[in-house]
């Protein structure tokens, strides 16, 4: 299988989905996964995947593979003119999620052993595509994409302000809202985005609502609270989300599914001190009442 084609092995991969049990017992799953990922790392720039194994020193894979940091010329037909860490992404987005679980597990970077930024990367980019297609949709349950869910946000929470931005994780969670998330890591992801929320914009917040409500003002709600009980909240970034608190205000009011208990929940969630005055809130009010 090692000689096998790139396209060959994925065709193979996905042509186990209908016979997922028997093709994992015989351990034909495990073999092409190990092929997949001797083709990814002879074609990877970086080396991005080491061991999870605590019985090895070595950088190996749970494999049994190990992954060559020295740069390797791509072969056309996988070139991609993005970074080479990333080639890969497309091609693995079209498996079925129980085999990029095993791929995933492979790497020793599943669920609370994800410590990698490529990883979390690829999984966001798989579970996009999958939201995405109508297609994969009719094929396979949201649920079957909740352990690759807790496990991209487990990497997003760990590696966290330094590789993704208020906005970045605002649209993480857009993401994963509907893939079965784990509570845990709902709330981890909140707390994160949370304390960043002076870096949002108002566009950022206007997230789409249920029940008939435009806007998910709960979300907002809570991350508030998160960034009201932050340590050491400075007044400029107090007074800053203020600013976008009264803009978000405008936003909602006119919404006439919009519970009152929400409105003055949102316009009094912030202390004195994040505003100069109430004019903006005192403006929303008006719209609200109409």
């Known amino acids: 299988m090692f000689y096998w084609s790139w396209i060959d092995i994925l065709v193979c991969l996905k042509s186990c989905f209908p016979i997922f049990t028997h093709a994992d017992s015989s351990g034909l799953i495990q073999k092409l996964i190990s092929a997949l990922l001797v083709k990814i790392a002879q074609n990877s720039d970086t080396n991005f995947i080491t061991s999870s194994s605590s019985s ?59 410590n990698s930024l490529i990883i979390t990367r690829f999984l966001l980019h798989y579970l996009k595509t999958a939201a995405q297609s109508k297609a994969i949709n009719q094929l396979y349950s949201k649920c079957e994409y909740g352990g690759l869910a807790d496990t991209a946000i487990h990497g997003v929470v760990t590696v966290g302000r330094e590789a993704f931005s208020c906005r970045g994780l605002l649209w993480v969670l857009r993401i994963v809202s509907g893939c079965g998330l784990n509570k845990d890591y709902k709330v981890g992801l909140e707390k994160l985005i949370g304390g960043m929320l002076d870096q949002a914009t108002l566009d950022d917040l206007l997230v789409s609502g249920h029940d008939r409500a435009v806007y998910d003002v709960n979300l907002v709600l809570r991350l508030i609270r998160v960034f009201v009980n932050s340590d050491e909240i400075s007044i400029h970034k107090m007074k800053k989300v203020g600013r976008l608190i009264d803009k978000y205000l405008s936003e909602i009011s ?37």
């Open 56 to 114: 090895s020193s070595s950088p190996e894979t749970a494999s049994g593979y190990r992954f060559s940091s020295s740069s390797k010329s791509t072969p056309d037909l996988i070139k991609s003119s993005s970074s080479s860490k990333a080639w890969w992404f497309e091609d693995l987005a079209v498996l079925p999620p129980n085999i990029i679980e095993k791929v995933i597990q492979s790497l020793g970077a599943y669920g609370t052993d994800n």
């Open 254 to 290: 006119p919404d006439q599914n919009l519970k009152i208990s929400k409105f003055l929940g949102v316009a009094e969630s912030l202390p004195d001190s994040a505003r100069d005055c109430f004019d903006g809130v005192y403006r929303a009010i008006d719209i609200y009442i109409q």
